[in-house]
């Protein structure tokens, strides 16, 4: 026992003896979920923010995927001791929202804090995300990626395709998989996170409801409505495609990504954020091109939806630890710093300055595709594609999962499964609103 | 003749002050928690738990009118069999040949007690890459078979791959009591047995397993007990309840919806609705397959 006794006064003491001269600085606890290379990137924000003024200290702290951080910090909500500063996925925006006073809207803490701070500068169908329907921003958006499409060159090669013709139209989508599996191929196409890409972007990007009530800005009334002919109308291609064998389902969630990058896939339609891990790890040349569209329909293309995670201030906290958020956050939208962030990630730039200021260095000419997903965000955005704010969304994600995987299964046609997700997705919404009317 | 030996307490205080500890500990860890869930199981409350709505049953009455809900519970039933039984079955079979193995005999056991030390994720993790179509050895092995492996999509293969995990990874504990139980066999038994001719089979089905029974009832009920509650992180480590909600089981759903989607009021529902279908089948397995255990 004793042995133990003695390191352990060591460490107290030491503890002691390497803190005091911090104790003027005021420490701001903050949760995140990034791991290995996008965890160093984490780790040196912070590092950099600490170095470049005396006042706060940023302690950033990894707790575990997305899912699993949001848990940790409601846990620690109840129990009296959240963080002052917490990462959240883009799924989870609405429960952040109905939190009754758990948060304290980063437009007020910038405010507070005598911070100038103007949501305009943020590129528009980022911030509207987070923005509440007075205008004021309720997070910041901090690491968010939008859905692109990855190719194969070496495959488009290999069947005759022209390498740098990427197909921008679902129709040329199932002409060039059918030649790719003439050529051979296994799986001409597949898609990551189908509910993200196939339901929420797809139709964003063709400006049509995804639910009502400008898809739950206007309030927890919102229903959902993805079961519309345009909808049914691209499951039921892609059912097809499937059976077809020219679109292959790989999984829920990032999945199918790794099939993509061992070349088994030669299309995926996935997240902007695949582009570091495919460029690292892939021995093929890869393109990437917009999110396919369907040509005939009016308005399309409009923009994609946004996936990623913000930053949300909880409440609690000592006025200091405000004031250093607010200077955290301030220095995070720093032309500068957010434009490296973005070539860092590949996440999108969070400041419509950061992509200028990227645009100028000459990144996306040096690194092509790379502005492709930044094209598909930086525009206006309309009432029907700003985004979603729709309760219990983790759940509603898992439901689209489950039904469509019945249609790829040949269990149900598109109409069935769309109209069952719809259902039972509305069950959720419903139960939501019943508690944070 | 025998002398009653018992054991009087001059206090009433001490039986109950030694009793304290496990006493406390079954307070702590089994009876508040649970009341914990039959109160939650009343109420609707958001992830922050700032409103609390008292809904009575209707936590209750939302899962059984919710048709999913049934088709998971027969689901569950159906995996807790296939688990149980074919667990039992490999688990006796290498008990009986490690028993016959005459070289090498700690090295087998070893191996196969390995398996106990793996947790539940990476038992799952590890048998999803294994049957990975176009990753996987025995995906690969399956398709050179001519057989179209397609867990993703193929709700029987997705129940297979989720019973073989599950079943893999209780392997080690229930060989090990088997292992147990047959030394404990007095040999001469098996050995008068032979000596008045009776074969290897007819052995093992009149003397072997019937001494057997007792370990084989412990070990049916500790079984259907893990297959019910102990296998959510299979499952999520590799179907995710897919296709569809074809390998969503029960204790699955209760781990979803409790600690994914945050909704403590129905998760604490059907956690209680777990609680009962357990003890009721344990209860059935006292009353009806007890009676034909031999002590």
């Known amino acids: ?437 | 003749m025998s002398v009653e030996k018992r054991v009087a307490f001059k206090s009433r205080g001490l039986p109950w002050l030694l009793l304290a500890p496990q006493l406390a500990v079954v307070g702590v860890f089994f009876f508040w928690p649970a009341a914990q869930a039959l109160l939650q199981a009343m109420q609707q409350q958001d992830s922050f738990g700032a409103s609390v709505v008292w809904v009575g049953l209707d936590n209750f009455r939302a899962l059984f009118t919710d048709g999913d809900y049934l088709a998971s519970l027969r689901l569950s039933l159906l995996f807790a069999l296939l688990v149980a039984g074919s667990g039992l079955a490999l688990a006796l079979l290498l008990a009986c040949m490690a028993q016959r193995v005459l070289r090498g005999a700690r090295w087998y056991r070893t191996l196969l007690i390995l398996p106990y030390a793996v947790a539940p994720a990476v038992a799952g993790v590890l048998w999803f890459f294994m049957f990975a179509p176009g990753l996987g050895l025995i995906a690969h092995g399956l398709e050179w078979l001519g057989l179209d492996w397609n867990p993703l999509l193929n709700a029987q293969h997705a129940l297979v791959l989720i019973v073989v995990a599950a079943v893999w990874k209780q392997l080690s504990y229930n060989f090990l009591f088997f292992l147990a139980g047959l030394q404990a066999i007095p040999p001469s038994l098996i050995e008068a047995a032979a000596i008045d001719g009776a074969g290897p089979w007819r052995r093992f089905w009149t003397i072997t397993l019937p001494m057997l029974s007792p370990t084989s009832f412990f070990l049916l009920v500790i079984n259907m007990v893990y297959a019910f509650f102990d296998t959510f992180a299979i499952v999520d480590a590799t179907t995710h309840g897919g296709p569809g909600k074809d390998t969503a089981i029960l204790v699955y759903k209760v781990y979803y919806d409790g600690f994914k989607a945050m909704d403590l009021g129905g998760s604490a529902a059907q956690s209680v609705v777990l609680m009962a279908v357990v003890i009721v089948l344990t209860v059935l397995q006292f009353r009806f397959v007890e009676k034909r255990v031999n002590y």
């Open chain 1, 1 to 437: 026992m004793r042995r133990m006794i003695a390191p352990a006064l060591a460490t107290v003491l030491l503890s002691i003896g390497l803190s005091s001269p911090a104790q003027a600085q005021t420490e701001i606890q903050w949760w995140h979920s990034m791991g290995g290379a996008l965890g160093e990137w984490v780790n040196d924000l912070a590092k950099d923010f600490n170095a470049s003024q005396k006042d706060y200290k940023i302690v950033p702290t990894y707790k575990g995927s997305y899912d699993e951080s949001m848990t940790a910090a409601i846990a620690a909500y109840r129990a009296g001791n959240a963080p002052a500063l917490l990462q959240v996925f883009e799924v989870g925006t609405a429960t952040m929202m109905a939190s009754h006073g758990a948060i304290k809207p980063v437009g007020e803490v910038m405010k507070e804090a005598g911070i100038k701070f103007d949501p305009n500068e943020f590129v528009p169908a980022v911030a509207g995300y987070y923005t509440a329907p007075n205008g004021q921003m309720l997070s910041f958006p901090f690491n968010s990626s939008t859905t692109v499409l990855f190719y194969n060159k070496d495959a488009f090669k290999a069947a005759g395709l022209d390498p740098n013709k990427p197909p921008l139209t679902w129709t040329e989508v199932a002409l060039d998989a059918a030649k790719l599996k003439a050529a051979g191929s296994k799986c001409p196409f597949t898609t990551g996170w189908q509910g993200w890409t196939q339901l929420e972007s797809f139709s964003t990007w063709h400006n049509v409801e995804f639910a009502t009530l400008d898809n739950g800005f206007g309030g927890p009334a919102a229903r959902l409505a993805f079961n519309s002919p345009l909808h049914v109308r691209h499951i039921e291609n892609l059912a097809n495609m499937a059976k077809q064998g020219l679109f292959v389902y790989k999984g829920r969630g990032n999945a199918p990504d790794a099939s993509l990058v061992s070349g088994e896939c030669a299309m995926e339609t996935g997240s902007s954020s695949l582009y570091g891990i495919v460029k690292r790890n892939s021995s093929f040349a890869f393109g990437i091109a917009p999110l396919p569209y369907y040509h005939d329909v009016p308005g399309a293309p409009q923009n994609t939806i946004i996936g990623g995670a913000s930053l949300w201030v909880m409440s609690g906290h000592k006025p200091a630890e405000y004031k250093g958020v607010a200077a955290f956050l301030a220095y995070l939208a720093r032309p500068d710093v957010a434009a490296a962030s973005h070539q860092r990630t590949g996440y999108l730039p969070v400041t419509k300055a950061a992509y200028a200021l990227t645009d100028k260095s000459g990144y996306y000419k040096a690194n092509p595709g790379t502005d492709i997903a930044v094209e598909q965000m930086i525009r206006k955005t309309t009432a029907k594609s700003r985004g979603l704010r729709l309760g219990n969304y983790v759940q509603i994600r898992n439901i689209e999962d489950e039904e469509l995987e019945q249609v790829w299964a040949g269990k149900k046609t598109a109409k069935q499964a769309l109209d069952e997700a719809v259902q039972r997705g509305n069950e959720q919404l419903e139960r939501f609103q019943k508690l944070n009317r």
